[in-house]
């Protein structure tokens, strides 16, 4: 199969991934989300709305020859996508090696395998130097990905923090983000609170935390969201930043 010269990316994350393979610029279609993520890029692909409603009838006039999406909340998506006839690659990580085998799998889809197997291996070379970085110290951590109601990050973020040093005791790697409570947070007595709540970048008020009525004497950080929330390349970067705070 020939490699794709028209891709829509719906998804910051494969958005992301596609720049560090240097294919930006066969990118047709975008989302709002993903405008970030192509800021040094000269062209403008046509923006198609949303993460979860894109307009599919604009999509199909862009006559991509791939469309990217992930996560399982974009399953819908990915399925009305496919109905229409078109050509989808589809991401969803739960777990870090997983994410990093990703950059492998859509370098495959784009074209560009060997780009894409330098990308995971030099991935898997940062996690391990960020490895190096960390103390013995063993800090708990609370990463939170959403304020109201507070919610524990999941899926590859307790991965993350672990690499950077940290325990993140309220979700296990692999599982879905959920809601906490008050005692919950309070019993784990963090050390370190990480503010990446979903779409707010780094506009955060740490007193988003710190104005609770919680019992938590922590040192609270805001990070980007991109850079923990965002199955990517973006990730070595979080962490990156996490063994910097810790």
């Known amino acids: 199969m020939a490699p794709p010269e028209r891709i829509v990316s719906l998804a910051p994350a494969a958005t992301a991934t596609c720049r560090e393979l240097g294919v930006a610029d066969r990118l047709v279609g975008i989302t709002t989300h993903c405008r970030s993520e192509l800021e040094d890029v000269d062209d403008n692909p046509t923006v198609l709305g949303g993460w979860l409603d894109p307009d599919l009838d604009e999509l199909e006039r862009l006559d991509p020859d791939l469309v990217c999406t992930s996560d399982a909340l974009q399953a819908e998506v990915r399925d009305a996508i496919r109905d229409r006839g078109m050509r989808v690659h589809h991401m969803d990580a739960e777990r870090l090696p997983e994410v990093i085998d990703g950059f492998a799998t859509l370098g495959d889809a784009v074209g560009r395998g060997a780009a894409g197997e330098r990308l995971a291996a030099r991935s898997r070379e940062r996690l391990d130097r960020v490895r190096e970085r960390a103390t013995g110290a063993r800090p708990t951590v609370y990463a939170e990905e959403w304020a109201d109601p507070p919610m524990a990050a999941g899926n590859w973020v307790p991965e993350l923090v672990e690499v950077a040093g940290g325990h993140h005791p309220f979700v ?49 950080h805001v990070v980007d969201d991109a850079l923990l929330n965002q199955p990517s390349p973006n990730l070595l970067d979080g962490a990156e930043r996490l063994v910097e705070l810790f």
């Open 172 to 220: 296990d790697p692999g599982e879905r983000s959920r809601a906490v409570t008050r005692e919950e947070v309070e019993a784990a007595d963090p050390d370190h609170v990480v503010l990446h709540l979903c779409g707010h970048g780094t506009r955060v008020d740490p007193a988003t935390v710190t104005d609770r009525d919680w019992a938590v004497d922590a040192a609270v």
